[in-house]
């Protein structure tokens, strides 16, 4: 973290952590960053919830859990409430508090997270990044850092090369994601209350300040995007959509983040390292059995087996079949 801190430059800049919840990570991110955030995955979160729902069926889990889900995501205070007492009447109101008793809200709930983590409410990236790096993780450490240095070095100078391409303000997705809340908002009706404020007349009504870049529904305090409200009340007041974005989604600065690309480190002639300075294996004694190299999963982690797939197929292919029977009882494929 230390390391990280001096990369990152953490005195300046506030920084959110979303991690799920190991005990070092929580013991080291307000100590080394005292002005970052930590958010927990949610994912993590409900898989541990549907360790506490003992002695239920799966379809009461599965409530509880979505309940629990809409308390995370609730955009304000009052929305939150709601929800919450929704959770303790289906989850039990003893359970649900013993559950959250060493959950704090401003770590995992949208309404009382002090930071901006831009939607980001999972740490899928790094199950992305473990699939990614699938075929190198077997390897001796050494060769899995040269192998995933060459994986980023290409995939740097990939996106650099896409980023060039874009002529637009904002990154593609988001460009799209703003056309469709304008496809779905230009029905509706502004009333303007100053040239930045203005009430939306949608069903609930809201209110939208264009210079403070928030709407009474909050998402777009929570997103750093403009919401569907916003959208509407932008785009009829004749300001700058872009302009209301936040710079994360922009294409300014996405091509900064790839601007700077990692050098090859080139093997032909680099120099001999001196005897006493190579580093030996440590002595240890190999394990029996094969060596493991599929990741180990999370408590609550679904896995779906060959056989389960193998199982899935042919009921597929049997209701396909089902469905194009002709006369005679033969089915065909």
């Not at 994986?151 to 740097?156: A, F, G, V, Y």
């Amino acid at each position: 973290m230390k390391k990280l801190r001096g990369i990152l430059d953490g005195d300046t800049i506030s920084i959110v952590f979303v991690s799920d919840r190991n005990a070092g990570i929580k013991a080291a991110v307000p100590r080394v960053f005292p002005s970052g955030f930590h958010g927990y995955c949610l994912y993590h979160l409900k898989n541990n919830l549907r360790g506490r729902l003992t002695g239920g069926r799966n379809k009461y889990k599965e409530r509880v859990i979505g309940l629990f889900s809409l308390c995370a995501y609730a955009p304000n205070e009052m929305k939150f409430n709601e929800e919450m007492a929704r959770l303790k009447k289906a989850g039990g109101e003893a359970r649900i508090t013993n559950f959250l008793v060493d959950l704090p809200y401003e770590h995992w709930a949208n309404a009382f997270f002090p930071g901006q983590r831009y939607g980001e409410m999972w740490s899928n990236l790094a199950e992305c990044f473990n699939s990614w790096i699938e075929k190198e993780r077997h390897l001796p450490i050494t060769q899995l850092v040269d192998r995933v240095r060459i994986k980023l070095m290409e995939q740097m100078c990939f996106r650099k090369q896409t980023a060039a391409k874009w002529r637009q303000v904002l990154c593609p997705t988001m460009d799209e994601a703003l056309a469709i809340a304008f496809q779905e908002s230009k029905a509706w009706e502004v009333k303007f209350s100053s040239p930045d404020v203005l009430k939306v007349l949608c069903n609930p009504f809201v209110k939208v300040d264009i210079g403070r870049h928030s709407c009474t529904c909050t998402q777009w305090q929570l997103n750093g995007v403009p919401c569907v409200h916003a959208v509407c009340a932008i785009k009829k007041s004749g300001k700058s959509l872009n302009a209301c974005v936040e710079r994360y989604f922009h294409v300014e600065c996405y091509r900064e983040a790839y601007s700077r690309p990692i050098m090859p480190v080139p093997t032909l002639w680099k120099p001999e390292v001196a005897s006493d300075a190579v580093i030996l294996s440590p002595i240890s004694r190999k394990p029996p059995g094969r060596n493991k190299k599929k990741r180990i999963r999370s408590f609550g982690e679904k896995y779906e087996s060959f056989f389960g797939r193998v199982n899935n197929m042919v009921n597929f292919v049997f209701r396909v079949c089902k469905c194009c029977q002709i006369d005679g009882g033969e089915f065909y494929i």
